[in-house]
């Protein structure tokens, strides 16, 4: 069978499922149990019912129709993905899912939903919206998809890291031990976890159960004494080695235990934080009909797990600095590249495959924290491309090259963006690579008082290209863990969302950037780290601490727009470059960076 009858196929299976259940439609996220961006193989569902393998979606399956909601970054990824003689296509938020399910169906229908897949703010919401139409929201026990899901991958077996002091900083029991002191002062019994990063953080563990997520799936629940009961696969699990690691006051239970445990928490009338944006639907019912007292918050473990200590801030130093080594002399090769002229069958894939292999020659280098968006002329002005979703591009015929990537090590996380001239450059590319440029310096400079959250700096980076008349259509910065996921809340900088302060140990990305549709991309990126600054007027102030020491490409520069600091920015941060990368480098490589670092 061709594509187009494979997925035909799944549909009219799962529809036939559907009858028996006697429901009129299910609703397929683009999530697992966890609810985490990052999801295991053997969760695809939306991929397996639609073809469609992009991070964000929703479909939804009706007796005659179906429809699949999709962001604007996957408009043309999911039309060459999805058969559109079989779906419509919707986009996510301009259409929101559940207020269009509401005026496709009659009163009486019925709309199945897998709890495991969807928070419960979402429940709450859509059933809400349902039940003023007269729908009935219902929970299936079994999600129709995995009963037809014959060749479903199976979860991995990979062993648990036990992930040490030494780079964690700190261990386990008192991490447990000052969040259950916490409890205890909020009059609460225990709180539930879900997400596999807070988890795999307050445990001191690491795993390799999510391609480019470096955790062990799991389910826990802390209460108020410190005590934990921990929810995995435990063929992954040494316990005794595991209980020497992280404390007898651990309780290990396969997976499927969670329901009881659940339910025997509910039955004690316990009151459980939980976060009702974060958390899946199935977990909290379970307990809230058992008894259970549910006292929404934010999950407790986000801003301990924000804030890196300093052994976690001495690891990612050197976790950048060996990932400096690697982009520099990756950039290195590919001046030589075009040098040569001899680039016949290289392409996005090529490149990208290049630098992970100069990665994977550095100490303690696990795998990519993302995939690489290798962007060749118009493929960059798709800020969340991927060239494994098609045909990559030919190098050779472009301008511009945008690469962003980044890197998981045993003592750190990296991502960064380069913009790279590979070709003949005209004034505009210039002009805009600079008012980017420019943007980027803003917010690396700016110093800003205690309790400013990151939408107030967001103008920042903006304000070179508002001033000529652009703008880009994504946030600025994002948090990032430590050796955990690349993308990390609470910490943001954007024109929208969390109104969470910065503090001091806080790891964003600093990343402005320009997009012209078919026509190019341009993007700069360095990861900061929020730092005390020396007091110089009336107020403490914080900054940001580079981490990422790479040269940007001041081919592409505009001189005539720099003012003189922007000049000294420049010129100082390639000094830092040269002298933090000069040591580590040699021969060709050594030469490239003199040459790439050298005075404006």
Known sequence: MNHFEIIETRVAQVRAELAMMELDAFIVPHDDEHLGEYIPAYAERLDWITGFNGSAGLAIILAQRAALFIDGRYTVQARMQA????????????DPHVQWLAEQLPAGSRVGFDARLHSLAWYRHAKEILTERGIELVRVEQNPID???????????????????????QSSQAKRELLASDLRKRGLDAVLLTQAEPINWLLNLRGRDVERLPVVLGFAVLYANATMDFFVDTDKIDCFA??????????????????????????????????????????????????????AGQDPTMLPKACKNEVE???MRAAHLRDGVAV??????????????????????????????????????????FDTISALGPNAAMCHY????????????????????????????????????????????????TRVLQG??????????????????????????WQAGYNYDHGTGHGVGHFLSVHEGPQRIAPKGSLVALQPGMVLSNEPGYYREDAFGIRCENLVVVTEQEQIGELPMLGFERLTY?????????????????????????????????PLLEGEDLAWLEQATSLI
């Not at 002399?329 to 030589?336: G, K, M």
């Not at 040098?339 to 495959?353: I, K, N, P, Q, R």
């Open 440 to 465: 980027h310096i803003a917010l690396d400079q700016a110093r800003f008082p205690r309790g400013t959250a990151g939408i107030q700096l967001d103008v920042l980076a903006r304000m070179p290209l």
């Open 550 to 582: 790479v040269p940007f490409d001041t081919r592409l520069i505009d001189r005539s727009l720099l003012s003189p600091a922007e000049f000294r920015w420049i010129n100082e941060y390639h000094v830092e470059v040269y002298r933090r990368l000069s």
């Open 242 to 295: 595991f209980s020497q690691h992280v404390g007898q006051d651990v309780s290990v239970y396969p997976i499927d235990k969670l329901g009881d445990v659940l339910k025997r928490i509910g039955e004690d009338q316990q009151k459980v934080l939980a976060d009702p944006n974060t958390a899946n639907a199935w977990t909290q019912l379970v307990m809230e009909e058992a008894g259970a007292i549910l006292v």
């Open 386 to 433: 991927r060239h494994t979703n098609g045909t990559p591009r030919i190098f050779g015929q472009d301008s511009i090259y945008l690469v962003d990537s980044g890197a998981q090590y045993l003592d750190g996380t990296t991502d960064i963006t380069r913009t790279i001239k590979v070709g003949e450059v005209t004034d505009e590319h210039k002009a805009m690579f």
């Open 313 to 315: 801030l001495a690891g």
């Open 83 to 94: 058969p559109a003689e079989l779906f419509e296509f919707l986009h996510l938020n301009e």
């Open 147 to 169: 009963l037809h899901w014959s060749e479903r991958p199976a979860p991995t077996k990979n062993p648990a890291i036990l992930y040490s002091e030494a780079l964690a900083g």
């Open 328 to 369: 520099t002399r990756f950039l290195a090769w590919l001046d030589r590249l075009i040098a040569s002229g001899e680039f016949d069958g290289v392409d996005e894939g090529t490149l990208a495959d290049q630098l992970e292999a100069f990665r994977r020659e550095q100490d303690h280098y696990v795998e990519p924290s």
